[in-house]
């Protein structure tokens, strides 16, 4: 909620901005989490097999292959050499992801990623505690040991578990017991770690999180002069701590949101009622100058004394 106005999370930017800019990145990421997921139901449902496969590993079109690196690296751990058709897959969906943002993947393609989101509000609405939170480090050892288990069963481990892999094949099968895992997801976020699957456990995102390190698009917030402290941006954010560096950060700080945690998913630039942020360039050096009136530093109310 809104320190300033008391008003619920992105009213003031409905408001000031109107209902299309206050939500218009929350809405693109919809439509192109149903597209990607669209695209791979056409064939099982309707018989229109533009697509073949999965998010895991697919043929578009019956020439351009798309692998999942992480499943080509499990696979390798394995013992298993993918062919090289997946090869080639990987390296195309590696590169694409590395220029523009790993986790990009984590907010407009997973379909999970609506899930953890819905668990996100209504934790919100409910104004429930935050609960355990787990170390950020936690999904790296997650990471760690999926290859491990990977390399000593001879198998792609992750597969047996993963909620995006049982999400798809329910929809396609039959939903059965895959419910279970999806609704332990959402149930996870609302009642035991706010954000707690995305932020802190799920192996993809971290593996995605390394691949994009040094990617092009970033997230700016060049406007932050102009912060009045509302505090929607860390409301909305799935990884609240990427922000504090760049909006909070003296003149001679880079505005650019660097971290590798960030997923692009462009809700800190829709809430805030202001424009602090904006999307833009790793390499953009545009000045930013540092916030002026904080909290504990305000501007002189008008008709009183400084």
Avoid at 102 to 125: E, F, M, Q
Avoid at 270 to 282: E, G, I, L, Y
Wanted: proline content about 6%; aromatic content about 10%; hydrophobic content about 45%.
């Amino acid at each position: 909620m809104s320190v300033k106005t008391h008003l619920p999370v992105g009213a003031e930017a409905v408001r000031d901005k109107g209902w299309w800019l206050a939500n218009r990145f929350l809405i693109l990421r919809r439509v192109s989490q149903l597209s990607f997921l669209s695209l791979f139901l056409l064939g099982p449902w309707f018989g229109i097999w533009w697509v073949k496969g999965n998010l895991s590993g697919s043929m578009t079109f019956n020439i351009l292959p798309l692998t999942d690196p992480f499943i080509a690296l499990q696979s390798m751990a394995a013992g298993h050499w993918p062919e090289l058709t997946a090869l080639i897959g990987a390296l195309i969906v590696g590169v694409a992801y590395a220029l523009i943002g790993g986790r990009v993947y984590c907010a407009w393609v997973c379909p999970i990623n609506p899930v953890t989101d819905a668990a996100s509000w209504l934790h919100r609405k409910l104004d429930l505690p935050k609960g355990w939170q787990p170390k950020r480090g936690t999904r790296y050892f997650m990471l760690a040991m999926v290859l491990v288990v990977s390399g000593l069963t001879g198998t792609i481990a992750w597969e047996v578990v993963n909620p995006i892999s049982m999400l798809h094949r329910g929809l396609i099968f039959g939903m059965g017991f895959a419910w279970a895992f999806v609704v332990g997801v959402f149930l996870f976020d609302l009642l035991l770690a706010r954000r707690g699957w995305c932020g802190h456990l799920c192996p993809v995102g971290a593996f995605y999180g390394l691949l994009g390190q040094t990617s092009v698009l970033r997230v700016t917030a060049d406007k932050r002069e102009a912060c009045d402290d509302c505090m929607d941006c860390f409301a909305v954010c799935p990884e609240m701590h990427v922000i504090t560096p760049a909006l909070r950060g003296k003149d001679a700080d880079t505005p650019l949101i660097l971290s590798p945690d960030c997923t692009n998913c462009g809700r800190c630039i829709d809430v805030c009622a202001v424009d602090v942020f904006h999307f833009t360039h790793r390499f953009d050096e545009t000045p930013a100058p540092g916030r002026v009136r904080t909290r504990s530093n305000p501007a002189p109310k008008v008709g009183k004394a400084a």
